[in-house]
Each structure stands twice: as C-alpha cells, then as structure tokens.
C-alpha cells in the first residue's frame, strides 16, 4: 500500500509503528534464510555430487534469494518510512506526526497540522 493511501486510513502514528513492524520481519525472514543457507551449505559435499547434493545446493540458492529479497524489502521501507517521518514534523509548531491527510498526489502528500492548522507537502 502507498504511504499516502495507508497514512490517509490509519493517520502517521499507526502506519509508521506497522511499517517498522513488517519491515523488521522482512529482516528477520532474511537473517532466518541465511541462517538456512550457512547451514545448507555447511553439509554440502562437492565430492560426492548426487541428487542429494544437488538439492542442497538449490535449496541454498533459493535461500539466497530469498534472504536477498527480504534484505531489499527490509531497506526500501524502512529507508521509505525514514524518509516520510523526517518530513513530518510541522514547520509552524513542531510537533511531530500530528497531522491529517489533504490531499495525495503520485510524488507528495499535502497534510493538515491537527494543533496549528498549518499545511505543508511531504514529498
Ligand atoms: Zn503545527
């Protein structure tokens, strides 16, 4: 889900702690899949290469994978929801995240400050 559309339905507070959530078991799943590919690749024998060491090796490959893709999803939104609480606090007040949605285009979000009434873009 765009962070607009999300942010818009749950407010910044609740899509931001989702987002540190599911972006920390993207890197879990990643440490977990090189945990799986260490130990593949431990009793991997290339001496003795059969079917068995064949499908150790796919396996260690597509543990590679997908610890490869869990490590990209895991940086993506956690440098994405960075980047959008950075822009958060508002420039009249300061305060931090208290704020709603007007407005959504493809590059920005145009929000409301709940305790000044100031708007400001976070692109
Ligand atoms: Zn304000």
Redo the contacts with the bound molecule.
Sequence with gaps: MDPAGAIGKLGFQRWYERELLLCHSWLVACLLCVFALLALLEDLSLRELGWGAAAALAAAFAAGGIAWYALARYLSMLLRAMHVAERST?P??G?HGKYRLVGASARAMTVH?R??E?EWAID
Aim: hydrophobic share 10%.
């Design positions: 508002c009249g007040c305060a400050c305790k000044c100031r």
